[in-house]
């Protein structure tokens, strides 16, 4: 059996989701300083994301009758060397929560917690298209480097990340 539970794996996972969004905050918190709106609207949304991502967490834990616990807030970075540096920290960390979110899918597999797979299949879906959207950014941030008011362009022209209700997307804690 596995050392761990998969509600102890999934309160981790709430602390990641929460500190991606703290991440993200600050990415945007850099664009805002630097007058580049778009990059920060994209940025403070992708943050509002990673909350809603907790609390779907959250929400599944209650449901299951398994404890909650909310983590510690820590300080994110909000200074950066150049302005395709948020960008290639945001594709690592997409790419670091797909890992963390196979990992908790092996684990409800391991211990045939149906429940918990048929959870994380969106997270699995959701990832794909997160690490998709973190790449599309960074080439189009690297290609204007000289002149990011290009990639604001393209992201108010291509509605970058703007998605629409996901009807198949699991409930949230606090929603109505
Ligand atoms: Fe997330
Ligand atoms: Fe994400």
């Known amino acids: 059996m596995p050392e761990q539970s998969f509600a102890d794996a999934l309160n981790e996972q709430i602390s990641n989701e929460f500190a991606a969004s703290q991440q993200y905050v600050g ?101 794909v298209e997160e690490v998709a959207l973190m790449g599309d950014l960074l080439n189009v941030v690297e290609r204007s480097k000289e002149n990011l008011l290009l990639a604001e362009d393209y992201i108010a022209r291509e509605k970058l990340g703007e998605e629409g209700d996901d009807p198949t997307a699991p409930p949230t804690a606090g929603e109505e």
């Open 27 to 127: 990415a945007a918190v850099y664009y805002d300083a630097e007058t580049l709106p778009r990059l920060a609207a994209f940025f403070y949304r992708q943050a509002l994301e990673e909350r809603e991502h907790a609390m779907m967490m959250i929400r599944y834990l209650l449901d299951v009758g398994e404890e909650v616990r909310i983590p510690d807030i820590k300080s994110q970075q909000t200074s950066y060397g150049d302005g395709s540096a948020p960008v290639k920290m945001a594709l690592e960390q997409e790419k670091r929560v797909s890992d963390e979110i196979f990992a908790l899918f092996e684990l409800a597999r391991a211990t045939k917690d149906y429940r918990a797979e048929q959870f994380l299949t969106w997270f699995v879906k959701e990832q």
